[in-house]
C-alpha cells in the first residue's frame, strides 16, 4: 500500500534534528488561550478606540479595564460593601499583551523608556467587536465552550461519543438540549455561527449560481446570517428561515437586521419543511447520524419542487484522508460534541443520492467550507 505524504505541515519534516514542529503543535492550546483571554478582556477594542488607533501603554489599559469592570461590578461591589479596584493586574497585563506581541496581534513601540500598544491589521480587522468582519464571538465561544470540551477529549475518543455530560454535566442524549443549556449558552453558539459567516458567506454564496431558485428556505438556519445574505445577494427569491421555535424566538429579537426573510417554526425531523426550489443545509448534517441525515434529506426531497436542488455547506475531508487538517479537527469537535462527523464528498454524495436527489455537484472554495449542489 502507497503511504500518503501531505506537504500541508513543510516544518513536519524539515528538521529532524530539532523538535521545533512538535514543540509548535505542543505550545498551540497556549497561544490560542492568550489570544481567548486577550479578546475576553477587551485589549484588541481597547487598543481601536484610542485616536488614530495610536494604542496604549499598559497603565493606561489597565485604568480603562478598570473602569469599564467598576461599571459592570458596581451594584456587587455595593452590596457587599468592597471597595473598587483594578480588574486586572498590571503585571498580568503586561506579560498577556507581550506575548501578544510575539504572535503578531500588537506592535509594540518604545517612547521615551514607555512601551505603547496597538493593533496590527489582523487584530483590527477580525479581533475587535466594532468590526464588520468581527471573529470575536468566535474566540469567546472557542474558549467557554471548545477549549474546556477538549479536555475530555480521551474519553471521548474511549466511549466514541459525545461528552456533554464530563465537560457540562448536562444528562439530556438531546444535542440540541445540550447545547442550548441555558439562555447563555444558546446565545453564544448563535453569536459564533453569526460571526463564522460574516466572513465566509460570500464565498460560499458565490460558489454557485443560484440566482434560478426562487422560493429558498435556509433549514436549521439559526441566526438568519446566510439566509439575509442570500435575500441581500438575490432579492427576486422569497427566503425563508426553518429552525425550532425558541430558536427563531432569539433571531427575531437579536439577529434579523434584513426585513426579507420569513421566519418558519418547526422541527426538521418530525414537521413538514415549507415547499421549495432550495434547500440551504450550513453546518447541520454533520450534526447527525447516517439515518438522521437521511431522515432530515428524504423529508426536505419530499418538499422539494422538480427541478429544485439542495445545498449542503460543511467543511469537506479529503477522500484520502490526508487532510485537510481543518476538517479533520472539525470531526474531532463533532465527536465530543454532536452524534455527527465531517464527511467525504463522496459520503455526502451517498447520502444525498440515498435521500433521492442526483447531479451531485462539489464547489471546493479554498475556504474553510465547501458547497455542495444537488438537485431533485
Ligand atoms: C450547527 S447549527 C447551524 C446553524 C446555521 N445553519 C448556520 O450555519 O449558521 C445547527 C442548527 O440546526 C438547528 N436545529 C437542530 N435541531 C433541529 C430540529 N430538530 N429542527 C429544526 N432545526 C434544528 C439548530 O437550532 C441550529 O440552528
Known sequence: MALQQTNENPQASAEDDYPTYIQELANGYRKSKILFTACELGVFDLLEDTPDRAGMTVAALVAEMGRAGDQQQQQQEEEEGAGRGEVVS??????????????????????EGTAIYSNTKQASTYLTRSSPKSMHDVMIFNSHT??????????????????????????????????????????????????????????????????????VCDVGGGTGVLAQQFARMYPDARVTL??????????????????????????????????????????????????????????????????????????????????PITAQIHSV???????????????????????????????????????????K
Open 333 to 375: 469537535i463533532m465527536l465530543m460534541h454532536t452524534v455527527g462527523k465531517e464527511r467525504t464528498a463522496t459520503e455526502y454524495t451517498e447520502l444525498l443520492t440515498q435521500a433521492g436527489f442526483r447531479d451531485v455537484r462539489v464547489a471546493h472554495t479554498g475556504k474553510t467550507f465547501n458547497a455542495i449542489l444537488a438537485r
Open 90 to 111: 498590571k503585571d498580568g497585563l503586561e506579560r498577556l499583551v507581550d506575548a501578544c506581541v510575539g504572535l503578531d496581534l500588537l506592535r509594540v513601540s518604545i517612547h
Open 146 to 215: 471548545v477549549y474546556p470540551l477538549f479536555h475530555t477529549l480521551p474519553s471521548a475518543v474511549r466511549e466514541g461519543k459525545h461528552q456533554h455530560k464530563k465537560a457540562f454535566g448536562v444528562q439530556s442524549e438531546d444535542i440540541f438540549e445540550a447545547l442550548y443549556r441555558t439562555e447563555e449558552e444558546r446565545m453564544k453558539f448563535m453569536r459564533f455561527f453569526y460571526s463564522i459567516w460574516s466572513n465566509d458567506g460570500p464565498y460560499i454564496l458565490n460558489a454557485f449560481d443560484l440566482s434560478s431558485f426562487k422560493d
Open 242 to 323: 426553518f429552525d425550532l421555535p425558541d430558536v427563531l424566538e432569539v433571531t427575531q429579537k437579536h439577529f434579523l437586521t434584513f426585513g426579507n426573510v420569513k421566519l418558519h417554526a418547526g422541527d426538521f425531523f418530525k414537521d413538514k419543511i415549507p415547499e421549495g426550489d432550495l434547500y440551504i443545509l450550513a453546518q447541520v448534517v454533520h450534526d447527525w447520524k447516517e439515518d438522521q441525515c437521511l431522515t432530515l434529506l428524504r423529508n426536505i426531497h419530499s418538499s422539494c419542487r422538480p427541478g429544485g436542488g439542495v445545498l449542503i455547506i460543511e467543511t469537506l475531508l479529503r477522500e484520502d484522508r490526508t487532510g
